[in-house]
C-alpha cells in the first residue's frame, strides 16, 4: 500500500508536467500551421 501510494506521488508530476507540455505544444502548433496554410494559400494570389 505504502510503495503504491509513493509511486503515484512521484509519477503524477510527472504526469502532469507532461501533459501541460503537450497540451502548450498543441495551443502554440496550431496557430503556426494556420499561418503557414494562409501562407500558402495567398501566393498564388499574388
Do not use: E, G, H
Amino acid at each position: 500500500m505504502v510503495l503504491s501510494f509513493v509511486a503515484v506521488l512521484v509519477a503524477f508530476p510527472f504526469a502532469l508536467v507532461i501533459f501541460v507540455l503537450l497540451m502548450l505544444w498543441l495551443l502554440l502548433s496550431a496557430p503556426l500551421r494556420r499561418r503557414r496554410a494562409d501562407k500558402d494559400i495567398q501566393t498564388p494570389a499574388n
